[in-house]
């Protein structure tokens, strides 16, 4: 059983960066697709970005291209969401889920963290 905490989330302003970490336990991340999500107020849950375990390939929603990178440290069993450029829009609570395969679908990730708030103030 894969154990996924997330930190890191705050609030800033507009145009703040902000590192989102994700520590999993009960599983190495090396063997996993690894995403973040993000549910904004009122809207559902939606794919952020993801780093493939084999092969080191990142996805990303359009929305972040350029602004956010997703990284992994498989010796500390850890996984980044580094977000620059912050806008209101990226008010969310973001989650780290893990899979074997890569999914845009949400309902398809076995093992999610708790979620941390990310807020940015125009």
């Known amino acids: 059983q894969v154990q996924l905490v997330e930190s890191g989330g705050g609030s800033v302003q507009t145009g703040a960066s902000l590192m989102l970490s994700c520590a999993a336990s009960g599983g190495t991340v090396s063997n996993y697709t690894m995403s973040w999500f993000r549910r904004a107020p009122g809207k559902e849950r939606q794919f952020v970005a993801s780093?493939?375990?084999?092969?080191?390939?990142?996805y990303y929603t359009n929305s972040v291209k350029g602004r956010f990178t997703i990284s992994r440290d498989n010796d500390k069993n850890t996984v980044y969401l580094q977000m620059n450029s912050l806008k209101p829009e990226d008010t969310a609570v973001y989650y780290c889920?893990?899979?074997?395969?890569?999914?845009?679908?949400?309902?398809?990730?076995?093992?999610w963290g708790q979620g941390t708030q990310v807020t940015v103030s125009p």
């Open positions: 889920a893990a899979n074997p395969r890569f999914y845009y679908d949400q309902s398809q990730y076995d093992y």
């Open positions: 780093s493939i375990g084999i092969g080191g390939a990142t």
